[in-house]
T-cell receptor, first 116, second 113 residues
């Protein structure tokens, strides 16, 4: 069964600083990987996704993520954080769950606080 | 605009009462999902449905029930058997494939009176 680990529960950065959120996955086949962002009391918004090909993927809001198969990682990065980036971030892996069924497995999330 | 609508945004349940959370989508997606979110727990899958009139249990289905009579609708009932129902519930939909992202509603927060 697939699993996702986000090692950092809470990260605090200063506005304008760079950001890296870690994600490690466990899955036996080629993974389909996603990063979502959630503002308080809201649903999840897709930031970016990786299926195949170029291991560096670009997303919305200036985010990017790099897939490293050798490290089973899919870390999210942003060169300069804005105060509006404060939110909770979830990494997820998509996989077949039996027959023609598919589901996402989520990490437990990383809460990002941005200091002025 | 296409999207997913969850209602109500806030819901209160009395002891021994069943309550139903609504989820409607107009994205023409085949698959729909219900998740429960608790602080520090991430999202846990309750039920999912890939086609009309068919659904599967997720990781924490006990105390919940669903139906999928229409492609657009996937209501979730929190039964009295669910002893700890206080949580944030999220509905999602997507295309029937592992490499397709899911699209989420804005959630329903359920509390016990």
């Amino acid at each position: 069964a697939q699993s996702v680990t986000q090692p950092d529960i809470h990260i605090t950065v200063s506005e304008g600083a760079s950001l890296e959120l870690r994600c490690n996955y466990s899955y036996g086949a080629t993974p389909y990987l996603f990063w979502y962002v959630q503002s308080p009391g809201q649903g999840l918004q897709l930031l970016l996704k990786y299926f195949s090909g170029d291991t560096l993927v670009q997303g919305i809001k200036g985010f990017e993520a790099e897939f490293k198969r050798s490290q089973s990682s899919f870390n999210l990065r942003k060169p300069s954080v804005h105060w509006s980036d404060a939110a909770e971030y979830f990494c997820a892996v998509g996989a077949r769950s039996g027959g023609s069924n598919y589901k996402l497995t989520f990490g437990k999330g990383t809460l990002l606080t941005v200091n002025p | 605009d296409g999207g997913i609508t969850q209602s109500p945004k806030y819901l209160f349940r009395k002891e021994g009462q069943n309550v139903t959370l609504s989820c409607e989508q107009n994205l023409n997606h085949d698959a729909m999902y219900w998740y429960r979110q608790d602080p520090g727990q991430g999202l846990r899958l309750i039920y999912y449905s890939q086609i009309v009139n068919d659904f599967q249990k997720g990781d924490i289905a006990e105390g919940y029930s669903v139906s999928r009579e229409k492609k657009e609708s996937f209501p979730l009932t929190v039964t009295s058997a669910q002893k700890n129902p206080t949580a944030f519930y999220l509905c999602a939909s997507g295309r029937q494939s592992a490499n397709q992202p899911q699209h989420f509603g804005d959630g329903t927060r359920l509390s016990i009176l």
